[in-house]
């Protein structure tokens, strides 16, 4: 009976450290690397959420792996380097890689000094065209190629120089450029500032090239998408643009691979998108932290935890393993009535010998009371 009872006690410990393992392992925080460009406003957005999240003692954690370029950030989600990446939808989107949140959405903005005669796409043939570098570093040369097809302009036709926006100025003086393409978000300090310095080194209003089958692009290759520069994005006396024009956009996503949990990419979505009013004070450009859209049959597909968050669909805890309690308490039963029934079976035997015992001493004492002898 002592074995027994020994071995139910050692039996119920094993089983609550059992639970309280599980507990720990659900509840300890998950850790995920996440790769973004270095100096860009990315890691500076990421960096502060990282920060936010250790204060406050969520179950996500983020490490920041800091690489050189957009491209470099997709090939350390596709080379199993990172859990997460900030990519840009038009450079190299990584195979295994499933949207989580769109940290922004660019426009590519082709615009020109004002007394240039460019009036179109299709008048670049035969110009140079000022590509203005930014941070990140970003090769745009296939979004100009891409506009460019459109408009059946041979991209060889077109000159193209790498510029910083410190040279910009000196470049537009000195007529070294025809054009200039910025990509960035409308309204943007950096996007702005460039348009501001073309209009004072061309004295005046730039003239600015639409890009009008920009949803045409898009239908053919869902990297691009069709964005609309309303009239005076770029602020000034005199509105610039003076008027709405489409244009060719792309978006700046953070992805997951593919392979990672529901569960923690939609603590993450969460997380983020609660954090997103907190870190935007600090860092403006956060506000453009948006949801993706949630069809299901998305040509860039969306991480399906995210998709759980936003469509209020998550498992909580008992949700997921529910069947695994069940299951587990019903086994428990079954254990607990197995050994009942051999705790009672071993005490009816003990019962009945000390039965026996009991009415040969009643014998013995008859015996002794009516006995003639000593012996």
């Known amino acids: 009976m002592r074995r027994l009872i020994f071995a139910t006690i050692i039996g119920s410990m094993i089983a609550i450290a059992a639970v309280a393992a599980a507990i720990y392992y659900y509840e300890r925080p998950s850790v995920l690397r996440i790769a973004v460009p270095r100096d860009s406003d990315d890691q500076a957005i990421m960096a502060a959420a990282a920060r936010d999240f250790a204060e406050d003692r969520d179950g996500i954690r983020l490490k920041l792996v800091a690489v050189e370029s957009l491209a470099e950030s997709s090939r350390a989600l596709r080379e199993g380097h990172a859990d997460l990446a900030v990519v840009r939808s038009d450079l190299a989107m990584p195979p295994n890689g499933q949207t989580v949140l769109i940290m922004r959405r660019d426009a590519a903005v082709l615009f020109a000094p004002a007394e240039s005669s460019l009036r179109a796409i299709e008048d670049l043939r035969g110009h140079k065209v000022g590509v203005l570098q930014a941070m990140p570093k970003v090769d745009n040369q296939f979004l100009l190629d891409t506009a460019l097809a459109q408009y059946d302009v041979p991209s060889v036709s077109v000159g193209r120089v790498s510029l910083t926006l410190a040279e910009l100025s000196r470049a537009v003086e000195d007529k070294e450029i025809d054009a200039v393409l910025a990509v960035g978000v409308p309204g943007s300090d950096g996007l702005t500032e460039a348009v501001d310095t073309v209009a004072v080194a061309g004295h005046g209003q730039p003239v600015f090239l639409p890009i009008a089958e920009a949803k045409a692009i898009a239908q053919r290759s869902p990297a691009f998408e069709g964005v609309e520069v309303v009239r005076g994005a770029f602020g ?52 453009r932290i948006e949801a993706p859209a949630t069809d299901k049959g998305a040509a860039l597909p969306v991480h399906p935890g995210a998709l759980a968050f936003l469509d209020d669909e998550e498992e909580s805890f008992f949700d997921k393993y529910s069947d695994g309690f069940y299951i587990g308490a019903m086994c428990l039963s079954v254990l607990g009535t197995g050994l009942a029934a051999a705790a009672t079976r071993l005490t009816r035997h003990r019962i009945t010998d000390a039965d026996k015992i009991l009415r040969r001493l009643i014998e013995i004492t008859m015996a002794a009371r009516s006995a003639r002898h000593a012996d």
């Open 236 to 287: 000034g006396a005199q509105p610039k643009p003076p008027v709405d024009f489409d244009t060719l956009g792309v978006s700046t996503r953070l992805v997951a691979r593919n392979s990672l949990g529901n569960e923690a990419v939609a603590a993450l979505t969460r997380l983020l998108l609660a954090a997103r009013p907190a870190i935007a004070a600090r860092i403006p450009i956060a506000n």
